[in-house]
């Protein structure tokens, strides 16, 4: 190909953002001419010079008609003029800026063109320097960072994708985003940063000690203040061109400077550290958001398990703590009139996702460290409206519980998750709290996310609930505490009482009478210690790989026995484990126990339906034990392992089948045909988990007695449940790798 049938790319403004684009494109895949045109003649001498332009002048008129893309890379304030003297001399080429602000460039080109030409792409950078001119080009400037695009509703495909590739060829990240939001989001995360470091600055270099301030200003000052170095004629011109959307963001600034100085001149030290602590953890989610480690991030990424065939199972260890206990002793504490002391709390995705959803509505909290969590609560009608929807990731039962709670707030909140929790069905707390005259919103088929309307007067109903459910129950009686008279709800069969337990330990009463749980609202909860016990959905896991593991020994400490949640070792014991309970005592009025099990052969067997309810989430891991079993086990009114983070019935039986363990699918149930576990008696091979955490785990452990690998899929929501589940993993005997993919 030759110089003049290569693609060229027309760069107006060779500053530094215009220069790293150019010097980008030359070092990437770009296979095509970058010019450039500056009224600077010496930034296109040093750009020549440099190699990071092909050809360049003064005069935009000399080099329009044979490029294909144009790019503007001036000042925003300046765009006007230069489509001007462009808008005559176009044909068909594609337009695209790096503006900071798109509201006046698109009012700009309706100016010059009678309205945004289609072929016109408008697009900001979120990358950048101090530094300035050509001589700061940096190739790399782009990389793994995001470039907005706000095409508009007529915009041509084919211009939107030709700027897309631009980008990308520089090793962009490329979203789209409506203008009008653009510049609201920019105003805040960009714009108010350098208005604030330029007026700081300013601020302590009028004042007569400055020479003092200056010499001992410690790191801190330099990195916030860095900003104020950039391009002062630039940054007045964003401002000016932003007017609007920086007012907004600076009076919010003001109005939160001003509650912060309130509660220092007063000495409100709980809103104080309400302020600071969520700032603290908000940067903190902002790392982790970038890293794409944590919260929404997480969906941008995925983790592979690699697990090796054989292994053995022994030792002392101790699992995470309980993620229902560990939600509601958030919830509970922040509303209870006092501070709670929290240890043994499970830092997982889901539940600290509850944690920052309460930081947003007002409640200081310090932690988590090492499991401690302090909570200093507001009491039943302290919550404060938060800034936005309040996200709880994949936990079901944080959205679940929070609908109750929320339902008799005075403001209205939203309610959203990640994608898995999106596709999960809320019409079963939806409905009964619409009975209680709480206005809720859902999307499509009653999933999230969830609109709670606030200042709805609540009464009390009774509820008979159509299946066994910890969740539904839950949620009601937290609505119960904000409703007129009693709220009652039956239950078919037991469920976790949790809620009832921890409601207690606050001092509010709640009655319980065989399947019936009630009480009256309008009562108040008191600050209560909490130790949360090890979790024994967690532990399920570790239980089944000693109970197929020919030589195992191994304790899991300080577990939770509740009695609603022993589904799990009742079955296990019926299959022939050999599991003991050592050192049995309460803590908050959670039974816990050393659960000590060994390695015996076990049997096949029918899984009596009354315990179906206490092992619900249980049943993944039951599954690889009754493939290690001998003969068929078989499971019926189970048919809510269809409703979880997946269909469990459905991704377990793909999964054993896989494996070549024999399975036979219902409706509510499962057969599955074992042949022992004294040999390997199935396969390896490559698992999808579906995203869901529990599956994922389950085959993790059936390769102690697989006889090749198993490679499992789309494992990066087991840090939701059970964070350091791989360490434990490997401690007691497995062998398993994590990959990135």
């Not at 508009?152 to 897309?164: E, F, M, N, T």
């Not at 209205?412 to 079963?428: A, F, I, N, Q, V």
């Amino acid at each position: 190909m030759t110089d003049a049938q290569a693609p060229r790319v027309l760069i107006v403004g060779l500053g530094m953002i215009g220069g790293s684009l150019a010097a980008a494109l030359k070092a990437g895949s770009f296979a095509g001419r970058v010019v450039a045109c500056d009224r600077d003649p010496e930034e296109i001498a040093r750009g020549l010079a440099l190699g990071v332009i092909d050809a360049g002048g003064t005069e935009v008129a000399d080099w329009v008609a044979d490029s294909q893309l144009i790019v503007l890379a001036v000042p925003v304030l300046a765009m006007e003029s230069v489509l001007a003297r462009l808008a005559p001399l176009l044909d068909a080429q594609v337009i695209t800026d790096v503006g900071s602000t798109k509201l006046a460039i698109r009012a700009a080109a309706e100016r010059v063109f009678g309205s945004l030409p289609p072929r016109f792409i408008p697009g900001h950078p979120i990358a950048g320097s101090e530094k300035s001119g050509v001589a700061a080009a940096n190739p790399d400037l782009y990389r793994h960072h995001k470039v907005i695009l706000t095409p508009g509703l007529d915009s041509d495909p084919a211009a939107l994708a030709q700027v897309r590739a631009m980008w990308q060829a520089c090793g962009a990240e490329v979203v789209d985003m409506a203008i009008e939001r653009h510049d609201q989001v920019l105003a805040r995360t960009s714009h108010l940063p350098h208005l604030l470091a330029f007026s700081l600055v300013d601020t302590l270099a009028r004042q007569d000690e400055r020479l003092e301030i200056f010499r001992y200003a410690a790191g801190g000052f330099r990195d916030f203040t860095r900003i104020a170095g950039s391009d002062p004629v630039m940054w007045r011109d964003i401002f000016t061109a932003n007017k609007d959307a920086m007012i907004a963001a600076l009076d919010d600034f003001e109005a939160g400077v001003a509650r912060l100085r309130r509660a220092i001149v007063t000495g409100d030290d709980d809103a104080m550290l309400a302020t600071l602590d969520r700032a603290s953890h908000a940067r903190h989610y902002f790392d982790t958001l970038l890293n794409k480690t944590r919260y929404q991030a997480m969906e941008q990424r995925n983790i592979r398990y690699r697990v090796s065939p054989g292994g053995g199972v022994r030792g002392t260890i101790r699992v995470p703590g309980d993620k229902s206990i560990s939600h509601r002793s958030i919830m509970l504490g922040a509303l209870a009139d006092g501070v709670t002391e929290v240890s043994g709390f499970l830092e997982g995705e889901d539940s600290l996702a509850t944690l920052q959803a309460f930081r947003e509505m007002g409640v200081a909290i310090e932690g988590p460290h090492q499991g401690r969590v302090t909570i200093h609560g507001v009491g039943l009608h302290g919550l404060k409206a938060p800034a936005g929807p309040l996200y709880v990731g994949n936990a079901g039962t944080a959205m679940r519980l929070f609908a109750g709670l929320l339902a008799g707030q005075a403001f209205d909140t939203e309610l959203t998750g990640d994608e898995s929790l999106t596709k999960r069905p809320m019409g079963r707390v939806a409905d009964p709290l619409r009975e209680m005259g709480a206005v809720i919103e859902t999307a499509e088929g009653g999933r999230p996310p969830l609109t709670i309307r606030g200042g709805q007067r609540l009464k009390g109903i009774d509820y008979a609930m159509p299946m066994a459910s910890a969740q539904v129950k839950s949620c009601l009686l937290l609505a119960g505490l904000y409703a007129e008279g009693t709220t009652r709800v039956r239950e078919p069969a037991p469920a976790r009482d949790h809620t009832e337990r921890m409601l207690s330990g606050f001092g509010y009463p709640v009655h319980r009478d065989g399947d019936l749980a009630w009480l009256e609202g309008g009562g108040r909860l008191t600050a209560a210690p909490i130790d949360v016990p090890a979790d024994i959905s967690s532990a399920a896991f570790f239980l089944v790989a000693a109970a197929i593991t020919p030589g195992a020994d191994l304790t899991l400490e300080h577990v939770g026995i509740n009695p609603t949640r022993i589904g799990v070792i009742n079955i296990l014991q019926a299959m022939g484990a050999d599991i003991r309970l050592d050192n049995p005592h309460e803590v908050g009025g959670e039974p816990v126990a050393d659960l000590r099990v060994r390695y015996t052969p076990l049997k096949g067997i029918t899984i009596p339906e009354d315990q179906v309810p206490l092992a619900i989430d249980e049943f993944p891991a039951l599954f690889i034990a009754a493939a290690n079993a001998e003969g068929v086990t078989r499971l019926r009114g189970a048919a809510e392992l269809r409703v979880k983070e997946s269909d469990r019935l459905a991704a377990m039986a793909d999964g054993l089948s896989v494996l070549g363990v024999e399975n036979t699918l219902h409706e509510d149930g499962i057969d599955i045909v074992g042949h022992g576990s004294e040999t390997p008696n199935y396969g390896g091979g490559r698992i999808d988990s579906l995203g869901d955490h529990r599956i994922a785990m389950a085959f993790a452990i059936a390769a102690l007695r697989a006889r090749e690998p198993i490679v499992i899929d789309d494992c990066k929501n087991v840090a939701t449940s059970f964070p350091g589940f791989v360490d434990l993993a490997r401690r007691v005997g497995l062998t398993l790798d994590e990959e990135a993919s």
